[in-house]
């Protein structure tokens, strides 16, 4: 069994992933203080979706599946908020919360991928191409998508968590995802969610061009 570390925790409304780069503004005082101690350690946190109620106040209720991230960046303005940039490390699994004195804290242990048949690189590079085209089809409608298309991994087991970030995906689907402990299990979930928005974008396109969606019948 992995073993087990206490860390620094930092509910949010959205999902950071491995490799993920994760732009936070820092202002409670609760986490302005976590953010002192990080800087003068090693700079590693926790990011975990909050399931239900809000980023502000706590009270939350938080998910039990996140991700170890890192200190990039952090610049403190004139009002005592902080811009900071980290990057998302490993995924990482709760196995307990700790009181949320004077920050969120948990004990948490690596959460890798189980063996499994793996992916076929056909199938694999088809689920890219699909990203990149449900992107390119958001782009035409006038969505705003990733500007910048990173390279996305050779290795499945990373590269469907990055295809999930750049994905248009809402936070609870995303999550899911990472909540996916198989290789090839992940990537069936990211296609059929992919495919989803497709059918989204295609059912747009034709609603612009003229033609009438199929409705009710009357």
Known sequence: MESTRRLPMFPLGTVLVPSGVLPLRVFEPRYRHMLEDLLSGNREFGVVLIERGSEVGGGEVRSGIGTMAKILEARESGDGHWAVVAM?????????WLPDDPYPM????????RPGPGVDPASYGALSDRLHCLL????????????????IAEDPALGSLQMAALAPLTPFDRQ????????EDRCRLLGELLGEGQELVDLRRRAGEGGAAPGPPR
């Open 136 to 151: 390119d089809g958001l782009a035409a409608l006038g969505e705003t998508v990733p500007s910048d298309r990173v390279e």
């Open 88 to 96: 998302g490390l490993q995924r990482i699994m709760v196995e307990r």
């Open 176 to 183: 899911r995802i990472l909540e996916v402990d198989r290789v």
């Open 106 to 113: 948990a004990e948490v242990r690596p959460f890798p991928d």
